[in-house]
């Protein structure tokens, strides 16, 4: 369940860097982010640059001024 956050179904697929699904998970309310940190904080956030490469995808970084957390 956690490590689906940082990889996109889309077309192409690509990987998500923790604090950019933090903005993407925030249009669900302030409580899904607050819960995901809880979660970043038992588990860590992957290493997406090096996952990125091996697979040759592109990484999604967060957006300036957006709310990370």
Do not use: C, W
């Not at 409580?31 to 996952?51: C, H, I, M, Q, W």
């Amino acid at each position: 369940m956690y490590a689906d956050k940082f990889h996109s179904k889309t077309k192409p697929p690509k990987f998500l860097t923790a604090d950019a699904y933090a903005i993407y998970v925030a249009r669900f309310g302030d409580e899904k982010v607050d819960t995901f940190n809880l979660l970043r904080k038992s588990f860590g956030d992957p290493d997406v640059a090096s996952l990125a490469e091996t697979y040759s995808q592109a990484v999604e970084l967060p957006v300036l001024g957006n709310r990370v957390g």
